[in-house]
């Protein structure tokens, strides 16, 4: 008759017959399963340990078909919230059928009928039994053995409870007691016991004259440490002093004169000098002990070095180095006034964010110039192993400290600049969560008591002033954004990178091939070609580079003086231009609208058209759309479709037609929902067949309802469109605070129009 109980898988645990085991249990699972036994099943469950005990998910096939009926004898609910549990094994079961509990489809049914144990000779069985109790009485007697298993066996008759019993004792592999739950013969049982007994006994016997051979070399080592030690007095007499001993007082000379306030760390470091002093030569520990303390006694544990204080002198060097960037030189200025004041202040944590050129990491250096600090850079695009931040344990072959505390023992100082790149390309995986030991390194109310795993010590980190870089904001982990100063850089203007080019770009290449203006001078109408015809970015980086290529190829010619360059010098030079003048639309056509953008070059001009033709009413998008500006074109539509009668698109019918939306520049993935507005556009201007003039752009999300939202990035798009030569821009509302950041150059040469719903838009291009 088959019999059903519910099922507790173990891992790595084996119970036996007549055993008993405590477990602590901690998933809501397995202490469900133990509360349905107990009311439901008086008190007894199925126990099946798992063949592979790598398996996370094992599928029924993988369990195996012999298991332990046991009896729960008793469970206590813990304080820390996990249930203790004892079980007892009553016997062996075969395992016919396992199905979901009905109520609960998480839990495992078993159908089971109690295994049969086969006839067997007593004679047979009691020869067995004694050659297994006097195998005990021999193993017992092994050092570190406990005879308790004497007490346990002394009145048991029966040859398969001996067999569970002392199997249940003994240190044997996983597999093996599986093999020890699956047979059902007793004697074939006790014959298992027996071998294993036999190979127990011998390991116990090698391993005992292993320990004597140990110990006898290690009298060895004892009487040449003396030998040592009586040889370095006789040196010492001799005035020839071992270069260890030399190593050592180096050490010790060390630490004395860092002065740490911390006398665990100090009893620390002298602790490992001392175990260097007694250590043998030939010590495999003896080169993990000395770069240990290489490390840890080049920390700058108190030394600083002296910041610059003359605020109009930091004001000058950082504008000597860099154009515009008010915003992040006035946090640093606001920074050391307020350190002027008072020592203790906090040093912000800035995070520099923008386009690639744009100066992020050249200002990070420039600041640390300015301020006298030293300077070091992390990179941490495409980091994934926290080990690279916060070092390898020592127990690791070749382990070492992380970048930061590499970082400190380079600068040599306590209060440097470190400057940690992109961290919005930082990867979470398997493998570690960077970002989660980036926030211990910059929070400042945890990084007072950082602990490299190197160093195993704390190490103070407030002092350092981090700046972050960034390209995109939104990719910033939101555990770090939650304490960073974020500073957005944005694109230049044409304007301003001519002034670049002028005040820094071309003096430094100057200097840097030899020339002087009155050898070589660049006329602004070819800088002005080199910035639209040769170059495509929103910073200088690559300006720069086709600079530095005219100067090399004029240096290439014969001696000159007085050589202009002129856009015809430009064209011979680097050849047919590489881009085009920005604008984009040549001519304007119903359903071609511009719609700003930003991308990794900054803010940008980007068209979006539109088509009917016949069909079932379907909307058709291409140009590498994301989810979220595909959702912002599904709503687009259906706005417009709810307002055909405010719109006058009655002669519309949109059941016949298929509509198709294109955002040009189809190999830049485009996603947001900034697009709302002019995707709008796009759709009425065809429908009502009307052209929307070619330097008009705008920027919004738009709801169902017509109400135009804040969107980000503002700045960079202004630029943009300036940049493309528009004239007109519309832009949502709730961002007219975002137009103090842009340049006042700027707002003078275009029309900024701010609207809350669409029907300001529709009024002024269709009405």
């Known amino acids: 008759m088959k019999n059903t109980l519910p099922v507790l898988l173990l891992k790595t645990l084996i119970l036996l017959p007549n055993q008993e085991v405590k477990l602590e249990l901690s998933n809501d699972l397995s202490c469900d399963i133990i509360s349905l036994a107990s009311s439901s099943f008086h008190n007894e469950l199925i126990v099946l340990s798992l063949k592979d005990q790598m398996e996370e998910k094992p599928e029924i096939s993988d369990l195996p078909n012999v298991a332990i009926v046991a009896k729960i004898k008793n469970n206590l609910l813990l304080p820390n919230g996990k249930l203790r549990v004892t079980l007892r094994g009553l016997y062996r079961a075969e395992v016919k059928g396992l199905l979901n509990y009905q109520e609960q489809e998480d839990i495992l049914e078993c159908q089971y009928e109690k295994m049969i144990v086969p006839k067997y000779e007593e004679i047979e069985a009691l020869a067995v039994s004694r050659k297994i109790e006097e195998m005990i009485r021999d193993y017992v007697k092994c050092d570190g053995v406990p005879n308790s298993i004497l007490n346990v066996i002394k009145n048991v008759i029966d040859l398969g409870k001996l067999t569970d019993l002392v199997a249940a004792f003994l240190p044997l592999s996983f597999a093996r007691k599986l093999e020890y739950i699956e047979e059902v013969n007793p004697i074939v049982r006790g014959n298992f016991l027996i071998d294993d007994l036999h190979l127990e006994l011998e390991v116990n016997r090698l391993e005992k004259k292993l320990e004597e051979k140990f110990q006898s070399g290690l009298e060895e080592s004892q009487k040449e440490f003396i030998l040592k030690e009586k040889l370095k007095e006789i040196e010492e007499e001799l005035g020839d002093v071992h270069s260890k001993y030399e190593e050592i007082n180096s050490y010790t000379e060390k630490l004395n004169s860092l002065g740490i306030e911390n006398p665990r760390i100090n009893q620390k470091i002298k602790n490992e000098i001392h175990k260097l002093k007694l250590m043998s030569e030939v010590s495999p520990e003896l080169s993990s002990i000395r770069n240990y303390l290489d490390w840890i006694l080049n920390l700058p544990w108190n030394h600083f070095s002296k910041d610059e204080t003359d605020l109009v002198l930091i004001k000058k060097r950082l504008d000597k180095s860099h154009f515009g960037l008010d915003r992040v030189k006035d946090k640093i200025l606001e920074y050391i006034a307020a350190k002027n004041r008072c020592q203790n202040v906090e040093s912000p944590i800035l995070c520099l964010v923008g386009p690639s050129g744009v100066g992020k990491t050249t200002l990070a250096k420039s600041i640390a110039d300015s301020l006298h600090k030293e300077f070091y850079k ?390």
Do not use: W
């Open 378 to 767: 992390i990179s941490v695009g495409g980091l994934n192993d926290s080990a690279i931040l916060n070092g390898h344990r020592r127990t690791y072959l070749g382990s070492s400290p992380g970048k930061v505390i590499e970082g400190l023992k380079k600068c040599g100082t306590k209060n440097p600049v470190i400057l940690i790149d992109e961290v919005d390309k930082m990867v979470h995986d398997y493998k570690g969560d960077p970002a989660s030991t980036l926030l211990d390194i910059l929070d400042k109310s945890q990084n007072k008591f950082f602990v490299d795993h190197y160093i195993e010590e704390e190490f103070d980190l407030s002092n350092i002033l981090f700046i972050l870089t960034a390209n995109y904001k939104e990719e910033i982990p939101y555990e770090l954004y939650d304490r960073l100063e974020v500073v957005e850089l944005s694109s230049y203007t044409l304007e301003e990178k001519m002034k670049i080019s002028k005040k820094y770009l071309l003096p430094s290449l100057y200097l840097e091939h030899g020339l002087s203006t009155k050898q070589m001078k660049f006329l602004d109408a070819s800088l002005k070609d080199i910035i639209l015809h040769y170059t495509n970015e929103a910073g200088v980086r690559d300006l720069e580079r086709t600079l530095r290529s005219v100067m090399r190829k004029l240096i290439v010619l014969e001696d000159f003086e007085d050589v202009k360059v002129t856009p015809e010098v430009v064209l011979s030079l680097l050849g047919a231009p590489k881009y085009e003048q920005k604008i984009m639309i040549k001519e304007s056509v119903p359903g071609l609208v511009n719609s700003l953008a930003v991308s990794g070059l900054g803010g940008r001009v980007l068209p979006i058209e539109t088509c009917f033709y016949d069909g079932n009413g379907n909307v058709k998008v291409t140009g590498l759309v994301e989810k979220a500006l595909d959702e912002s074109i599904e709503v687009a539509f259906s706005y417009i479709l709810r307002n055909q009668n405010k719109f006058k698109l009655e002669t519309c019918d949109f059941k016949t037609k298929d509509l198709h939306i294109h955002l040009l520049e189809a190999g830049v993935k485009k996603d947001g929902t900034s697009a709302g507005v002019a995707i709008t556009t796009s759709i009425l201007s065809l429908i009502k067949n009307t052209c929307i003039p070619k330097n008009v752009a705008m920027t919004g999300e738009i709801t169902l309802n017509g109400f135009v939202r804040k969107i980000g990035g503002l700045k960079d798009k202004i630029i943009g469109a300036y940049n493309e030569g528009m004239k007109k821009v519309f832009i949502p509302n709730e961002n007219h605070n975002d137009l103090l950041d842009v340049p006042r150059e700027i707002l003078e040469k275009l029309e900024i129009i701010e609207i809350d719903d669409y029907e300001e838009i529709f009024k002024s291009l269709f009405m």
